[in-house]
C-alpha cells in the first residue's frame, strides 16, 4: 500500500518470511510492487533471496518492454491487412500507476471479427508465434519467446448475457485509436464494465488474483466527474453484479486504501478465496454472484490434478447439487439421470465448439495458403510467357554478330 500511495514504508517489527513472501507475490503478480517496497530494508533478507526478487524484476521489465515492440508490429500488421481490431487489454495498463514498473501486463487481449482469425492466425504464424490452447475462454492464444502472450476473441469474454449483449456491437462501431483506421479502444464506460466482467470470470474460474483487485482499484481512482456511473450502475445492476463490485472496491480499500469503518465479512471471505487459489466457497459464491452460482460449475478450468481426482463426482453429482441447476428435481427426482445428459451434454458443446473452430480456422489458412501459391504460380507463368520473345530475339541478335563476324 505503501509503495502504491508513494508514501514511508514503515518497518514491521515482525520476522518476515521472505521465500514465502517471493513465492506467493510471484504467483499473485506483484513481485515488483514488492522488489520496490523492499529496497530500503534489505539488512533483514538473504543475498539469495535479494538476488531471486531482483532477477525477477529485471525479468518484468524486460518483459514489459517486449510486450511493447510486440504490440506496435501487431497494430501495424492489423492497419495492414485492414483488419478492424479493438484493444481490449494492452500495454496501457502501466498508465495506471504513478510509475509504469509497478505495472504488469500478462497478456493483450484483442476482439477482431471471426472472419478475420485466418488472416490473424497467418501473420501471427509469420512472426514466429505459436498457437496454443485457451483452457479458460474461447479465444485464440498466440505465445512467442520471452513470454509474450497475445489473445484474439471473436466475442467479449464475458458470459453473463446482459454485457455480452452490450458489447454484441460490431468491431468498427468502437472508437477510433488516435491516428489509425481501423485500430480500435473501449470508452472508459466501457473499459470499466470490461475489467468488471473479466473481474467475474476470473473469480468463476478460480484465478483471481491480488494483481487483479489492485488493477482494478486503480483503475477506479483514475476516474473523472465526468464518468456516467448512472449507465454503468443500471447495466451492473441488471447483470446483478453490485454486491460483487461492492465486496472488491471494500477489499481494495482494506488493502490499498485507508480502509473505511464497515463490516468486512463478506470481503475477508473474498480475501481468503484470493489468498488460497479459488477454493470452493459455496456461502461466498451465493452472496457475491447468486445468479452466476450455476454458471460457476460449467466454467472450463484448468486443473488437470482436480479433473482425474472428481472426474466421476463432477460427471455424476450428487442430488442435492443437481438441484440447484435443475429446481424441477425436488419435485422429480426421478428425471435425475436426464438433468445429468444435460448437464454434461453442455460441457461437451463448449469443448466440441472450441475444438470446430480451432479446426475451421487451420483449414481457412490452409486455404489462404493454397490460394497465395496459385497466385504465385500464375505470375511466374506470367512472366515467362512476356520474357519469350525477348529471349528469341537476344538469340537471333547474337547469331547474326556472329555471322558477320566470320
Known sequence: MAVINQKPLQMSRRHIGWENISKASDFHNVINIIYLGMLGIEKDISEECKLQFYQSYKKELLLRKSYKN???????????????????IDTRTEE???????????????LVNKKS???????????????????????????????????????VPI???????????????????ENYRHIHILSREEMYLYRTGRLVEAYASGTLKIRDILDFW????????????????????????????????ILGALWFGEGIRQEYGLALELEEYILSGGKENKHLDKALLPYEEARLDFYWRSRE????????EWLFPKKEYMSQLFPILVKLPFLLVFCWLIRDFRFLKIVCANRCKQAWIRIQVRILDIKEKIKGLM????????????EISQVTEREEIESTIK
Do not use: C
Open 117 to 155: 482469425l485466418a488472416r490473424i492466425h497467418r501473420f501471427m504464424r509469420d512472426m514466429d508465434y505459436e498457437q496454443e490452447e485457451d483452457r479458460l475462454g474461447n479465444g485464440t492464444v498466440y505465445t512467442r519467446v520471452p513470454g509474450i502472450r497475445v489473445v484474439f476473441y471473436d466475442q
Open 305 to 312: 490434478k482436480e479433473w482425474t481426482i472428481r472426474k466421476r
Open 379 to 390: 505470375r511466374r507463368g506470367e512472366e515467362d510467357m512476356s520474357g519469350e520473345p525477348g
Open 96 to 110: 495506471l500507476y504513478v510509475k509504469p514498473e509497478m505495472a504488469y501486463i500478462g497478456q493483450i487481449e484483442i
Open 218 to 249: 486503480q483503475y477506479q481512482k483514475l476516474l473523472e466527474e465526468s464518468f456516467h456511473w448512472k449507465t454503468v450502475n443500471e447495466l451492473l445492476e441488471r447483470a446483478k453484479w453490485q454486491e460483487f463490485i461492492g465486496q472488491v472496491g
Open 70 to 88: 510486440a504490440e506496435e508490429v501487431i497494430i501495424w500488421q492489423l492497419e495492414r491487412h485492414k483488419i478492424d481490431a479493438v484493444f481490449l
Open 159 to 177: 458470459e453473463n448475457k446482459v454485457v455480452k449483449r452490450h458489447f454484441s456491437e460490431p468491431v468498427r462501431k468502437y472508437l477510433h485509436m
